[in-house]
């Protein structure tokens, strides 16, 4: 098999292989976890609501004391250029996601004695097959996940606005660890100060109760770009939206539900700390409708794409790691 061409990435203005764009060990976004991120991905290799998540680095980047230099604009076309130097990587038929990290830069009392164009923001941008990311969601997508409740709960705005896309998630991964042993496969679902359900790991969670899609309600949740369109694509098909404090009690007995994230925009929920989410129908009748509105939206029907991922493991074979199962990614 010929050798890949190697995956580039963005960093400072400068493209180098995707091993060497990464962070000094004495930058802030390390060791404090003051880095800020976005997870895009494309229909067609172009990238959905991009303006969108820029928009969200920028608020974040506000919010978190962060001034990496670049304007909104600089920074797309930054992406876009990114994405036209990787085509060659790609397999035919796969997509990329996208990932924009930017951090503080080093501390300031480390800076002083490292090389000049080590400081200031480190503004990186990579890009990653689809197909590879989480190769399991395909399969699951069509099946229906397990979710578990933690113990482990999210953090509260008082403390980390949620809506701030942030690298300090060791919350987020003490989760997906717990969920792992409590039942291998599931997905982690976390809880507020009070046991109202919030988020997953790396999606937004809704469900379905007598014809009428609930989310939680916004305070200790990321409003994530996937699931402010379904909410729109809801409404404009008459199915009545509501935002709710959602305990156990309502997940376990709703219709039905699910999570949803940027990469597989749309997960069914088959079952919660074992039990079975109403019918067992996966997906249910509403979920299938926003599934297949989003699927009219972008062009593609993008379950039905997930499935045709799968046979593109091959083409990437060895030249690439598999990331861990579940890493808090991309709402």
């Known amino acids: 098999m010929d050798s890949q061409p190697v995956r580039l990435g963005y960093v400072n203005g400068s493209y180098v292989p995707e091993t060497q764009s990464g962070v000094s060990i004495f930058d802030y976004g390390l060791l404090y976890g003051q880095t800020v991120f976005e997870y895009t991905r494309t229909f067609n290799l172009k990238p959905f609501r991009l303006d969108k998540h820029i928009e969200r680095i920028f ?34 038929g796969d997509e990329f996601t996208i990932w924009h ?16 164009n080590m400081s200031g923001p480190r503004i990186l941008i990579n890009v990653f097959p689809l197909s590879i990311t989480r190769p399991w969601v395909w399969e699951q997508q069509q099946e229906g996940a397990p979710a578990v409740i933690t113990h482990q709960r999210s953090t509260p705005a008082h403390l980390l606005d949620p809506k701030v896309k942030n690298r300090s998630r060791l919350y987020y991964r003490l989760a997906e660890i717990e969920a792992a042993r409590t039942k291998p496969g599931s997905i982690a679902l976390l809880t507020d100060q009070d046991g109202y359900i919030t988020e997953g790991t790396s999606s937004n969670f809704m469900l379905v109760k007598d014809g009428q899609l609930v ?20 409404q404009s098909l008459g199915v009545p939206f509501v935002e709710d404090d959602i305990d156990k009690y309502d997940a376990i007995t ?8 940027t ?26 409708k926003l599934a297949d509105g989003f699927s009219d939206l972008v062009g593609i029907d993008f379950m039905s794409q997930g499935r045709e991922l799968t046979g593109l493991s091959d083409f990437y074979a060895g ?13």
């Open 215 to 234: 989310s939680p309600r916004p305070k200790n949740i990321l409003r994530g770009v996937t699931r402010a369109v379904l909410i729109d694509i809801a």
């Open 101 to 116: 990290n930017i951090t503080a830069g080093l501390r300031d009392d480390y800076a002083q004695f490292l090389p000049k």
């Open 319 to 331: 030249s690439v790691q598999v990331p861990d199962a579940h890493m808090a990614t991309d709402a």
């Open 59 to 92: 608020n974040s980047m506000k919010y978190s004391g962060i001034n990496c230099g670049m304007s909104p604009d600089e920074l797309t076309a930054a992406t876009l250029d990114t994405i036209d130097k990787n085509l060659p990587t790609l397999a035919d």
């Open 254 to 261: 709703a219709d039905e539900a699910f999570f949803c994230s």
């Open 263 to 288: 990469s597989y925009i749309i997960m069914p929920v088959k079952s919660l700390d074992e039990h079975i989410i109403g019918d067992g129908q996966i997906p249910g009748a509403i979920t299938k």
